[in-house]
């Protein structure tokens, strides 16, 4: 991992065309403009992990709906 320290104003390249640039420093906070091609995705790695998180957890409730149902024919009446 590169770590660099950068002051506001201060930009930094990626590969030839993707743009860094440190717009605001204010407390604990630093805001970033982020300038890349349209076919390069940019996300926010904590927004990712919780989509993830999230997708997990509702693939976990339909397997325990799929189970309930299974269970809901053992018991028909036939």
């Known amino acids: 991992m ?3 320290s950068r002051k506001e104003g201060d930009q ?3 590969g030839d065309d993707i743009i860094i640039k440190v717009i605001s420093i ?10 890349a091609p349209k076919n390069i995705k940019v996300l926010r790695y904590e927004l990712l992990q919780e989509v993830k998180n999230e997708n997990v957890e509702a693939l976990q409730g339909k397997e325990r709906l ?3 149902k ?9």
């Open 66 to 68: 799929i189970r309930i």
């Open 70 to 78: 299974d269970l809901k024919g053992l018991f028909k009446d036939g």
């Open 12 to 14: 930094i390249l990626i």
């Open 26 to 35: 204010e407390k604990d906070c630093v805001k970033l403009g982020i300038d």
């Open 2 to 4: 590169l770590v660099l």
